[in-house]
Antibody, heavy 118, light 109 residues
Framework: QVQLQESGPGLVKPPETLSLTCTVS??????????WNWIRQSPGKGLEWIGYISHSGSTNYNPSLKSRVTMSVDTSKNQFSLKLSPVTAADTAVYYC??????????WGQGTLVTVSS | EVVLTQSPGTLSLSPGERATLSCRAS???????LAWYQQQPGQAPRLLIYGASSRATGIPDRFSGSGSGTDFTLTISRLEPEDFAVYHCQQYGMSPVLTFGGGTKVEIK
């Protein structure tokens, strides 16, 4: 059973860069047929899809965030990463990594809270 | 952008009752690209339904999904204590590729 785990700083100052990594276990980011996603949830709000990256490195980002987002994949470490820059207080949220198969998310990380504050 | 509107925002019911949750899309969504998730407080969402009506692995048969086009429904036939949670619908395929609804909270009456 695949498991995903987010890691990274819990506090980021504006207008710096938010950097998170998702480590995959029990499966491989190199597996075909899956897309590796980042999703966030602001306190008390709904879910917002940030984007995905495939094992080959092709990406698709939410247009509302596209200018600030970069995703990458490291198959040797079985990880994928998110960079968001520059950040503002509006980027404070719980960030989830998730595996997408076909068109739905079948596995999620537990989530990590990132607070943007000076 | 496809906007998903979930209603009601909050549903107050008692254990054993039937819950009917709505997800309405601003444009037609392919049924195969509509999913539902359950989220307990402090936890990540869990996949319940994919392809509008297929239950995910391990999901009890009291959960069912239906609908097509712009109107989709999640039904919980008899609420168990562990079913009180927030439910999200999600679509894939129309720009910006993937969106979620605002969620429906099912709370104990």
């Amino acid at each position: 059973q695949v498991q995903l785990q987010e890691s990274g700083p819990g506090l980021v100052k504006p207008p710096e860069t938010l950097s998170l990594t998702c480590t995959v276990s029990g499966g491989s980011v190199s597996s075909g047929g899956y897309y590796w996603n980042w999703i966030r949830q602001s306190p008390g709000k709904g879910l917002e899809w940030i984007g995905y990256i495939s094992h080959s490195g092709s990406t698709n980002y939410n247009p509302s965030l596209k200018s600030r987002v970069t995703m990458s994949v490291d198959t040797s470490k079985n990880q994928f990463s998110l960079k968001l820059s520059p950040v503002t207080a509006a980027d404070t949220a719980v960030y989830y990594c998730a595996r997408m198969t076909s068109s739905w998310f079948d596995s999620w990380g537990q989530g990590t809270l990132v607070t943007v504050s000076s | 952008e496809v906007v998903l509107t979930q209603s009601p925002g909050t549903l107050s019911l008692s254990p054993g009752e039937r819950a009917t949750l709505s997800c309405r899309a601003s444009q037609s969504v392919r049924s195969s690209y509509l999913a539902w998730y359950q989220q307990q407080p402090g936890q990540a969402p869990r996949l319940l339904i994919y392809g509008a009506s297929s239950r995910a692995t391990g999901i009890p048969d009291r959960f069912s999904g239906s609908g097509s086009g712009t109107d989709f429904t999640l039904t919980i036939s008899r609420l168990e204590p562990e079913d009180f949670a927030v439910y999200h619908c999600q679509q894939y395929g129309m720009s910006p590729v993937l969106t979620f609804g605002g969620g429906t909270k099912v709370e104990i009456k």
